[in-house]
């Protein structure tokens, strides 16, 4: 659907508890009415390269069962990577998984520029923002950030229902994986992608570098198609970040 010039392009969501914040960078597959369709058919603007399916969902239910707050991206990262640096070639990506973008063949300096001041800034401005004011309060939250994924790659199956990236290894990462795989679940340590290389701008700019304690979680994208998913998924980590933090390395330690 298209951005209507009315509406953010950041969702805020408000909670109680200081200690947490959701974030999710791919949540929306909107693009701006001045863009139109980027020149693609209906199918692809739903397609997984437009978005991360179903981490919206579980991002804002999450954020609901923990009382926190969540900043939510509305655009599709095919308008703007809100995941990528400003000078990365992949923010405004020419192709993605094989497929062309025509929308974004031969993007001038200035037509770049104006994407970045009116979908990309005012996300990152507004997390800014928000960790300015909590640190102002000697706050220090952890940094939930919520994606997902593909269920295979170039043909090969990724067997993870769930992921945790990590650069730096913290005991929150340990005490989780513990905890799926107490139940069975299929945990991936460092996958589907590998932290170091893949953690993305967001939490390396807004986590790493004011040494935030954070987590990025992939969901596979067909363990959250539906709403019914999605509110599973979140009930689940709610839970397992409910446990962390009663075990003292959950939220409540970076306070």
Known sequence: MPIDSRMPVCHR?????????????HAGNAIPEELGDLGLPPRLRRDHIAWDIGADGVARRLAGLLDCPALIGHCSRLVVDLNRHPDSPEIMAASSDGQVVPGNQSISETQRQARLDRYYHPYHDAIEDHLDRLDADAIRPLLVSIHSYTPELYGLPRPWLLGLLWKRRDPLIDFLLHWFRQRGIEIGDNQPYDGHFAMGHTLERHGIERGLRHILIELRQDQVYTPQQQRLWAERLAEALGAANAAGIGAEASA
């Open 13 to 25: 969501l408000d909670g109680r508890d200081s200690a947490l914040l959701v974030l999710c960078d």
